[in-house]
């Protein structure tokens, strides 16, 4: 039941977090950020109330956070987005955004087994709540007028319209798959390989590795384009996780995984800026809501796919499904390239 709820979360997440950031695109971040921060902490209060009571209510709550939980990365990302011309000065914030993501993939789960195997089971939800109440109201009460405002017909259509912004999406749920698949295929090896125990210290290195690189990456002033980076990043992962498959030792894997993750934050880093590119300023909430959206619906499909075939076929045949998503993700980046210098649209006033 965990997981159908943890389904619930992520794929309401997905369907609705894009619409709220339009919303905040469109009346300003502080008016949307507050109240939905609100309902979102009320429905976490009532999952934990309902986790032993009722599975329909259970599920729909669970749902109803999903839908609500602040978007904070894409908020920030455009915040950054509005205020900084400078591009190498924007390279540097994106990379800061990205390595406090890692940091909170690192230390997150890590406190939530502290705080359960101490309080039960509720309590990483109730220190959930806490930490989106302060980044929520914090967020919002450190808001400001940007003078951004698209346009009417900016405004009117789906951003999958803009060219070349549905091939991001669609590489980036590749590259979900590959987020959702990893943890469960490196431990289903490592529990075939009686290593059960050093599965998750495994699994840890994926972001610690992408971490570093992305404090590399931001004091690098880069000449090439965002969009070949990203592509560049992605075929750079895509070789160290078939590299894994090519040698299948247990003893030689940790060192693929942390070259695999090493890709991570520069491909990230690289689609976001690119994003922004291609996108009028006056959508961004929207945009990196999508972008955001994108991983995650991936993430939840390759946990499921790469779980039913680790099932079937064993832990090292689960690296086919990570190295076919990434070298689909890399495919994908290929028509992105072809974005070229596409620049934005003049706009004149909004709030962010």
Same mark, same amino acid.
């Given at each position: 039941?965990?997981?159908? !709820? $943890? #389904?619930f %979360? ?12 339009r919303? !905040?695109d469109?009346f300003g971040? @502080? ?8 309902i979102? =902490?009320l429905s ?32 920030? +990302?455009?915040?950054w =987005?509005?205020?900084? *011309?400078? @591009? ?6 994106? $990379? ?15 406190l ?8 039960g089971s ?5 220190? &959930? ?5 302060? &980044?929520g ?11 951004i @405002? ?7 259509g &789906?951003?999958?319209?803009?060219? %070349?912004? *549905? ?5 980036l749920?590749?590259l979900?798959?590959?987020?959702? #698949? ?8 490592? *529990? ?10 495994w699994?840890g290195?994926?972001?610690?590795g ?18 070949? +980076? %990203? ?7 895509t ?12 003893d030689?894997i ?29 959508r ?7 972008l ?10 390759? =946990? ?7 099932? +079937? ?10 190295t076919?998503?990434?070298l ?10 072809r ?11 909004s709030?962010?």
């Amino acid at each position: 039941m965990a997981g159908i !709820a $943890s #389904s619930f %979360y992520t794929l309401c997440g997905a369907i609705v977090g894009p619409r709220i950031g339009r919303l !905040a695109d469109r009346f300003g971040t @502080r008016i949307v950020l507050l109240p939905i921060t609100f309902i979102n =902490s009320l429905s976490i209060i009532s999952v934990v109330f309902f986790s032993s009571r009722s599975i329909p209510l259970l599920l729909l709550f669970s749902a109803l956070s999903g839908a609500t939980m602040p978007s904070f990365g894409s908020y920030t +990302r455009t915040r950054w =987005s509005r205020t900084i *011309k400078d @591009r190498r000065e924007l390279g540097v914030a994106l $990379s800061l955004e990205s390595v406090l993501d890692e940091t909170a993939f690192v230390v997150g789960p890590a406190l939530a087994g502290f705080l359960f195997s101490l309080y039960g089971s509720n309590s990483p939800l109730v220190a &959930g709540i806490v930490f989106t109440v302060i &980044g929520g109201v914090g967020l919002a009460i450190t808001s400001f007028d940007s003078g951004i @405002r698209g346009s009417a017909p900016e405004r009117i259509g &789906g951003l999958l319209g803009i060219k %070349y912004v *549905k091939a991001l999406f669609t590489s980036l749920i590749a590259l979900g798959l590959l987020f959702g #698949s990893n943890f469960v295929v490196i431990l289903a090896v490592a *529990k075939e390989n009686n290593r059960a125990a050093e599965g998750g210290i495994w699994v840890g290195l994926y972001p610690i590795g992408s971490l570093v690189a992305g404090l590399v990456y931001g004091v690098i002033h880069w000449k090439s384009r965002n969009a070949t +980076r %990203y592509t560049l990043a992605l075929a750079f992962m895509t070789l160290s996780t078939s590299a894994i498959l090519f040698f299948q030792n247990i003893d030689t894997i940790v060192y693929f995984i942390i070259l695999s993750g090493i890709g991570i934050a520069p491909a990230l880093i690289a689609a976001n800026a690119l994003l922004k590119d291609l996108v009028p300023l006056s959508r961004l909430n929207e945009a990196f809501s999508m972008l955001g959206a994108s991983i995650s619906i991936g993430i939840t499909l390759g =946990s499921t796919l790469s779980g039913s075939l680790v099932d +079937r076929f064993g832990g090292w045949d689960g690296f086919y499904f990570m190295t076919g998503a990434t070298l689909l993700a890399t495919l994908l980046s290929l028509i992105c390239i072809r974005a070229g210098k596409y620049e934005t649209k003049d706009e004149t006033i909004s709030h962010g």
